[in-house]
């Protein structure tokens, strides 16, 4: 079955603070995946799309990699704007669907 | 160039009233997604649309809901006798394509049943 998994739950961390977040998926023939940020009461806002093992983007103080199992999402000297909810997504096989994972919740301090 | 417009972003329904969503997707996209999220746990897929036709509604109940996204107009998720379970939100999102591109949400929908 595919599975996307993300950790931590949540992370809280002091202003300028590095860190990174992790989303591990199981899937048969990745197409693609999707990093989004979400705020309280508000639909996902979209941030990058990966589409191949080894491939990186980056936005601002945000990094994305990709291997084959996991992906990760690089933030760098954050600030206290970049507290959000980050959910990691996938869309595999022939399927048309994203399989999301529950997210991490993202805390910085100023 | 407006993004995804989701309205009402508030709905409160008795139990057995019917829920009515509406989706207008960004312009020049012609696939729709509906998925639903309730609190403290990730999105889910409901169903994907295009112009006229449902193309997966493999996340959608059997009963109660359906979904439909017509030539003119915008997608509408539908809820029949709504149930306090059916309380979430529901989130439209809308893309160019279906394979591997990004796809761009509303500000959702919340519902609440009482």
């Known amino acids: ?110 | 160039n407006a993004g995804v417009m989701q309205n009402p972003r508030h709905l409160v329904r008795r139990r057995g009233q019917e829920a009515r969503l509406r989706c207008s997707p960004m312009k020049g996209h012609s696939h729709v997604y509906w998925y639903r999220q309730l609190p403290e746990e990730g999105l889910k897929f409901m169903v994907y649309l295009q112009k006229e036709n449902i193309i997966d509604e493999s996340g959608m109940p059997k009963e109660r809901f359906s979904a439909e996204f017509p030539k003119e107009g915008p997608s509408i998720l539908r809820i029949q006798q709504v149930v306090r379970g059916d309380s979430a939100a529901y989130f439209c999102a809308s893309s160019q394509s279906s394979g591997g591109t990004e796809a761009f949400f509303g500000q959702g929908t919340r519902l609440t049943v009482v």
């Not at chain 1, 809280?12 to 899937?27: D, I, K």
């Not at chain 1, 996902?44 to 990186?56: C, I, K």
């Open chain 1, 1 to 110: 079955e595919d599975q996307v998994t993300q950790s931590p739950e949540a992370l809280r961390l002091q202003e300028g603070e590095s860190s990174s977040l992790n989303c591990s998926y199981t899937v048969s023939g990745l197409r693609g995946l999707f990093w989004y940020r979400q705020d309280p009461g508000k639909g996902p806002e979209f941030l990058f799309t990966l589409y191949s093992a080894g491939e990186e983007k980056e936005k601002e103080r945000l990094k994305a990699t990709l291997t084959k199992k996991e992906s990760f999402l690089h933030i760098t000297a954050p600030k206290p704007e970049d507290s959000a909810t980050y959910l990691c997504a996938v869309q595999a096989g022939s399927n048309y669907q994203l399989i999301w994972g529950a997210g991490t919740k993202l805390i910085i301090k100023p």
